[in-house]
């Protein structure tokens, strides 16, 4: 689509709020599946990137020592030699645990944390506390068995709930009960059909694009940011099946350059002073 025609009516553009609301939900739907197909290529070029290229990075980082090594020998001064512990590792330790103060940890699940869309009352806490690895066990399961993608024959729904899937399969495999919950009540929200009452559905509308929008928007600016990496902008720049072609060609040329640089150091070393 011509950027110029964005916002611009046309003859399939929404006439009523229903119409809004469906055209908001299939936006939430398709900007949740680019995410998700942005993470997982990504997911994929690092592991490639760890594999494939690791000689190289390693390469590098010996040149990187040798270089540090050279210049902290030919001149002396603190900085070369700072820079050379540095990279050995025994530059200025970092925290000490023992006497620094512990960092305030997040809570697993916001306090804060409401929705503007709730249509349940909430759970009456259990009498008997409940490890929160038990309860994220829980959710997952129950989320698994609604939306899994084979319950589902339509193509548009399949890819819908898989993407889901994925973003669910992460947040338990970091036992990330806050992000569980809101995917449940995710779920719980967009597969509401709502009141039917005329009086009430409206603000039900209402309520329901706001929060649509609002997920949309989220998804969106999580995509941008996963693109907004090294790796990301060159996804972008050359596509996935010439990334990691790009990335050996210009570590080639560190090396390359890094080389030169320690022959020259290595020249000025054996140079009559």
């Known amino acids: 689509m011509d950027v110029a025609q964005i916002g611009v009516s046309t003859p399939t553009t929404p006439v009523t709020l229903e119409d809004t609301v469906t055209v908001a939900e299939a936006d939430l739907a398709q900007a949740q599946i680019d995410l998700e197909h942005t993470r ?6 690092t592991r490639q990137q760890h594999s494939q290229l690791g000689p190289l990075y390693d390469r590098l980082d010996q040149l990187d020592l040798d270089i540090a090594g050279l210049r902290a020998t030919l001149t002396g001064a603190p900085e070369d030699l ?5 990279l050995y590792g025994t530059g200025p330790s970092g925290p000490d645990p023992l006497t620094d103060p512990l960092p305030v940890a997040a809570p697993a699940v916001d306090p804060e944390y409401t929705s503007t869309l709730r249509f349940t009352e909430p759970e009456v806490a259990m009498a008997e506390e409940i490890s929160p690895a038990k309860v994220a066990q829980r959710i997952y399961r129950e989320l698994a068995r609604r939306a899994h993608p084979d319950l589902v ?9 898989s993407a889901f899937i994925a973003r669910v399969n992460e947040a338990y495999r970091k036992l990330d009960l806050y992000e569980l919950q809101r995917l449940a009540e995710e779920w719980a929200v967009v597969n509401n059909t709502g009141p039917t009452d005329p009086a009430v559905r409206q603000m039900w509308l209402r309520q ?6 609002a997920r949309t928007a989220e998804a969106r600016v999580e995509r941008e940011t996963l ?12 596509g996935a099946a010439l990334v990691l072609e ?7 040329e560190q090396i390359n ?17």
């Open 40 to 45: 997982a290529q990504l997911d994929h070029l």
């Open 82 to 86: 700072r820079r050379l512990q540095a």
């Open 153 to 161: 024959q339509d193509p548009v729904d399949k890819e819908r709930r």
């Open 208 to 213: 329901r694009l706001i929060w649509l929008k």
């Open 227 to 238: 693109l907004s990496s090294p790796i990301g902008q060159l996804l972008l720049e050359v």
């Open 246 to 252: 790009v990335l050996s060609s210009r570590l080639w």
């Open 257 to 273: 350059s890094k080389e030169q640089a320690l022959n020259l150091l290595r020249q000025q070393l054996l140079m009559p002073q």
